[in-house]
């Protein structure tokens, strides 16, 4: 299994959200492991974009990754 790094602050507010029972900062919470979700995500992509077995898996990757990133087609290339 690997280890996912999240900022110090959403571990802060985690703990004081399951320990503490501090529900004032639910709103935060979802929005930064939103964030990382999408970032992991991201990093997946880029990583099939480089190492996929074949062209064509290497090449949905990366257009996939660009689309996510929102990159437009004519910067492209």
């Known amino acids: 299994m690997k280890n996912v ?4 602050t959403l571990f802060r507010q985690l703990v004081s959200y399951h320990l503490l029972d501090d ?4 709103d935060e919470i979802c929005k930064g492991l939103e964030e990382k979700m999408d970032h992991l995500v991201n990093r997946q992509l880029y990583t ?3 190492t996929a077995a074949t062209e064509e898996e290497r090449e949905k990757a990366r257009k996939e990754y660009l689309d996510k990133k929102g990159i437009q087609e004519n910067f492209r290339w």
């Not at 790094?5 to 110090?8: E, M, Y």
């Open 5 to 8: 790094q999240i900022p110090f």
């Open 23 to 26: 529900y004032s900062c639910s």
């Open 48 to 50: 099939q974009s480089k």
